[in-house]
């Protein structure tokens, strides 16, 4: 059967559909985004909900020359459907297909690389500023969660928003949902807004929009019939955003078109900065994803008709080890504290929260605070535990500086998704961590190569008197023979197998395939020392400098960027003993932005698969 669908190739296409064409498609729409997550994972929830919300958008907005910012970008797909992208929908996230966030290197429509949340309104500001300076004239919205409106970045665009009165259209999606239900003084008072709407505002709005146009059309006639009519649903004075400086609309219903799109309509003819406050089912049309949004919030490939994970094994992560060892500890010891940003399921810790209810903190996604937080627990005798993804905590630099490691503080960070993550690409790999934690004083620095290495750093770092970090990726630990636990000394690295051809430093997962790598090797009677070098920071100066010494071939490999990472560290220790005349060979990530990909895809392609490494050691060898 044709689809409508079928027919849209660009925005210019759906603006002359009717409501119930629009109705059409928004159900087509979900259907295939339903269809290639199912096969392909992705952020279905956050999709589903916003279908209508990025038709009206389309509809009532001219992109490219108007702006349409995606705040996360997570929720794309449908502007990504709708923008030429159609045919390579299937390629979503899949290596050399389309990014599963905006990239203008993919689409004139998508106006701003994102993937990290509340940039949103900052970026829109600063184009409204360039389009003024240059005396332009369209349209920039910025369309933000309800969870990532309640970061600082967004905060502080809102306060510099209001101050320089450019004219920007905020559109805020209330769906009381960040990955888990969204939290904070913010998120209540949005709720607030949802259920206790108070008629009044958007009505003075269009009556002033009204007397400024000498002649009503018919259409702004009809616009102001069905306001009253709806006002209830329609009509409320956001009262923070208004003290902020933003005139706020709404809230309407998300999944109504006709009050979309005759609201977005009114709106786009007032000046000023402006906030639409939206109302949205997460998951929308989809049962199994409206039953359980955070698990859809971002899936792994699913069987559409029962709504279960296709891949049935995904216990056992590094994340669960963690999770559940801290609930062992956390068991022992009532000091431990443990912090998330918004992310307690992919951190691990849902247990923990529901174990241990008092001493688990959800902070949003607030990185920055959650470190400052931490800092503030440790002064008064806790142990606090900082999960974050490793891409995320970039947004804490200062905070891990200044506020915990200047003082010296306990404060343990498990840097999850450290390493390449796979499909969700450049914006979250997690490859710079090790630059940006290994050069500050009093910072110590692990990788695990397994799960029980993870369990005995969690164990050691917890009674350790100074700020830890643990990293360590996405996959699934590798499994290593030994099955006893693993005592961890300060700064000591692990000789796992000894050969005189070259020595093999390695951390983290690249301790696997690099013993892998040897063993391979060994058949060909070349053999390899294989270190795992457990501490990035300190380095275990003894032991890499008497190897080092001795054979004079090294093989430095990481999951991480080269250029600031564990090879820049060995190299500097080399260079302060003195040692020389070492034929050094690294494999790590380039100078560039990591594309995004099956992870074995981008471990192939940049040599850091076994048969990577095997090449390297020959290429050493030469
Ligand atoms: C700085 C940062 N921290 C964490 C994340 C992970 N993350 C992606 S989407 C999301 C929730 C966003 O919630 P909201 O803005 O309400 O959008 P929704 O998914 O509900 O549509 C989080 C925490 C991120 N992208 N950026």
Redesign the pocket.
């Given at each position: 059967m044709n689809k409508l669908l079928d027919q849209i190739n660009s925005p210019k296409d759906i603006k002359s559909l009717s409501i119930s064409d629009l109705e059409t498609l928004a159900k087509e729409i979900r259907e295939l985004i339903i269809h290639t997550v199912s096969s392909n994972g992705g952020h279905l929830s956050?999709n589903l909900?916003v279908v209508e919300l990025i038709l009206s958008l389309h509809y009532i907005f001219n992109s490219p020359q108007d702006k349409i910012i995606l705040?996360?970008g997570?929720?794309s797909y449908a502007h990504k459907i709708l923008t030429g992208r159609k045919e390579k929908f299937g390629t979503l996230r899949k290596y050399e297909g389309i990014s599963g966030f905006p990239r203008k290197e993919e689409s004139i429509h998508d106006a701003f690389n994102t993937?990290?949340?509340?940039t949103s309104i900052s970026v829109a500001i600063g184009m409204a500023a360039a389009r003024d300076l240059n005396k332009e004239d369209y349209k920039i919205i910025a369309l933000?969660?309800?969870?990532?409106i309640a970061?600082g970045l967004a905060f502080e665009a809102l306060n510099h928003g209001g101050h320089i009165k450019k004219d920007i259209i905020v559109v805020l999606?209330s769906?009381e949902?960040?990955?888990s239900p969204?939290v904070g003084a913010l998120s209540s008072y949005l709720n607030r807004l949802i259920t206790a709407p108070i008629y009044n505002k958007l009505k003075n709005d269009l009556a002033e929009l009204v007397s400024n146009i000498p002649i009503f059309g018919e259409r702004i006639t009809n616009i102001i019939k069905k306001v009253e009519e709806g006002a209830k649903n329609i009509l409320i004075p956001g009262a923070f955003f208004e003290e902020l400086g933003f005139r706020y609309f709404g809230p309407i219903a998300g999944h109504n078109l006709s009050e979309l799109i005759n609201t977005l309509y009114s709106i786009s003819k007032l000046k000023g900065p402006l906030l639409l406050h939206v109302i949205t089912k997460?998951g929308k049309g989809y049962l199994p994803a409206e039953n359980n949004p955070s698990w859809f919030?971002g899936s792994s490939p699913f069987n559409i008709t029962t709504g279960k994970p296709k891949d049935i094994d995904n216990s056992n992560t590094y994340s669960q080890i963690f999770g559940n060892c801290l609930i062992e500890e956390a068991d022992k010891d009532d000091t431990i504290i443990a912090i998330t940003?918004?992310?307690a399921e992919g951190t691990g810790l849902s247990n923990f929260q529901d174990k241990f209810p008092d001493r688990f903190f959800d902070v949003g996604?607030a990185?920055g605070h959650g470190v400052a937080f931490a800092a503030g627990l440790t002064v008064r005798g806790y142990k606090p535990i900082v999960a974050i993804y490793s891409t995320?905590l970039q947004?804490a630099y200062d905070q891990i500086i200044h506020d915990v490691c200047l003082p010296n503080l306990p404060v343990v960070f498990i840097i999850d998704r450290a390493g390449i993550v796979g499909e969700d690409g450049p914006t979250h790999h997690g490859l710079f961590d090790i630059t940006y934690l290994s050069h500050i004083p009093n910072m110590t620095l692990m990788s695990p190569k397994d799960g029980l290495e993870l369990k005995s750093m969690l164990k050691w770092a917890l009674n350790f008197k100074g700020p830890v970090a643990i990293r360590f990726p996405k996959e699934k630990p590798p499994k290593f023979e030994n099955k006893e636990p693993i005592e961890i000394h300060y700064g000591k690295a692990e000789i796992l197998q000894e050969g005189k051809e070259a020595v093999i430093f390695a951390a983290g997962n690249m301790v696997y395939n690099s013993l892998q790598a040897a063993n391979h090797l060994a058949k060909e009677g070349i053999e390899l020392t294989v270190v795992n070098l457990r501490f990035i920071k300190p380095l275990d100066e003894e032991l890499i400098t008497s190897l080092v010494n001795k054979i004079k071939r090294i093989i430095i490999v990481e999951n991480h960027v080269s250029n600031g990472g564990i090879k820049g560290l060995i190299l500097n220790l080399l260079q302060e003993k003195n040692i020389n005349k070492v034929r050094v060979e690294s494999i790590g990530f380039p100078d560039k932005f990591i594309e995004h990909g099956d992870n074995q895809i981008l471990y192939e392609k940049y040599g850091l698969s076994i048969q990577g490494i095997i090449n390297k050691v020959k290429l050493l060898l030469k």
């Open positions: 956050s909900g705040d996360v997570h929720q993937g990290h949340s509340s933000i969660g309800d969870g990532s970061n999606n769906n949902m960040s990955i969204s997460k919030h940003a918004a992310m996604i990185e995320f947004r």
